[in-house]
């Protein structure tokens, strides 16, 4: 199945998902296109794959990743909607589109054709993200396929189509309120005098680690801080400062900040 998979758009997130691809499944014929093909091309001379253009790809193509930001996916689509009408092959297509649903990528390709709904961060490009995906119209062989091609991303998990624009505000946004986060505690060691490149290494590190105990032991973070903070130790004054300067509700705001966002995309605004 998807023997042929076409990338339309290779930005940050389409070039990821072709690296991922092509490093999990070089057999696979990969067809690249960019609306500036400079970049398809630097990208096929990496992964020995093929330049090609979004019409070309919506003809022959298996597995079709749209990999355009949400504004332009109607003109995108508009654009392939004849040659799509006019197949009469099986093909699937995947949107990574924050926003928008199977529904609307439907409705703007011009057919009721298998959708997949994916949300990816940037951590796939380390093996470290998070792919969460869900289906119209495709079936169960056609997703278990799709999940196998990514496997490579870190975690991929399936999940109903009304929490998609939930998760893609933590998992999609996430990594950039993390980054935020390693910039501050990092800014904090070098003001205590450690220099900025060992600053980031021990922020980095400590984020790292903390999430990796989080995950593996399956313990609930605040109990995993209490551990931490001793008695009238240095620790809890930390908290004790994040805490004044708002941090979780910060955080809070953040994610749900995203999530009100998406909404707004998914109508349009
Ligand atoms: N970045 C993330 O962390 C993230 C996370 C989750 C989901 N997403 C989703 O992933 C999608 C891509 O985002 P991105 O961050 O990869 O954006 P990006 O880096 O701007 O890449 C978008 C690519 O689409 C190309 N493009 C635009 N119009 C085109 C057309 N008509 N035909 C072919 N290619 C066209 C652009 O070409 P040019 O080279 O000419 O600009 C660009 O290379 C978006 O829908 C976004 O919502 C991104």
């Known amino acids: 199945m998807f023997d042929t998979v076409g990338m339309i758009g290779t930005g940050a997130m389409g070039g990821a998902t072709a690296r991922l691809i092509a490093q999990s499944q070089p057999e696979k014929a990969l ?12 990208l096929a001379k990496e992964l020995h794959a093929w330049v090609s253009t979004n019409e070309e790809i919506a003809k022959g193509c298996a597995l079709i990743f749209l990999a355009v930001k949400p504004q332009m996916m109607p003109d995108v689509l508009k654009g392939v909607a004849p040659v799509l009408r006019a197949r009469t092959d099986r093909f699937v297509l995947v949107t990574m589109a924050a926003g928008l649903t199977c529904e609307t990528i439907q409705t703007l390709a011009g057919g009721a054709y298998p959708v997949i709904r994916m949300m ?17 119209d495709a079936t169960d062989a056609e997703l278990t396929t799709f999940a196998e091609l990514l496997k490579n991303a870190g975690t991929l998990d399936p999940l109903p189509e009304h929490l998609m624009d939930a998760a893609g505000a933590i998992a999609g946004c996430g990594p950039a ?20 490149a060992k600053a980031l290494l021990y ?4 984020v790292e ?3 990796k105990a989080a995950r593996e032991t399956g313990e609930h973070p605040g109990r995993l801080k209490d551990v931490v903070c ?4 240095s620790t ?11 941090f979780r509700s910060a955080a809070m705001e953040a994610v749900i900040a995203a999530y009100e966002k998406n909404l707004h995309l998914k109508k349009g605004e």
Do not use: H, M, W
């Open 120 to 136: 990816p961060n940037t951590p796939i490009t380390v093996g470290a993200g998070i792919i969460t995906y869900c289906g119209r």
């Open 236 to 246: 809890i004054q930390g908290v004790r400062a994040l805490e004044k300067g708002g």
């Open 203 to 206: 922020a980095a590190q400590t």
């Open 31 to 42: 067809f690249l296109s960019n609306r500036t093909v400079e970049k398809a091309e630097a």
């Open 209 to 211: 680690g903390a999430a």
């Open 177 to 196: 309120f993390v980054d935020l986060f390693l910039e501050a505690l990092a800014d904090g060691a070098v003001a205590c005098g450690l220099p900025r």
């Open 230 to 233: 001793s008695p009238a130790g």
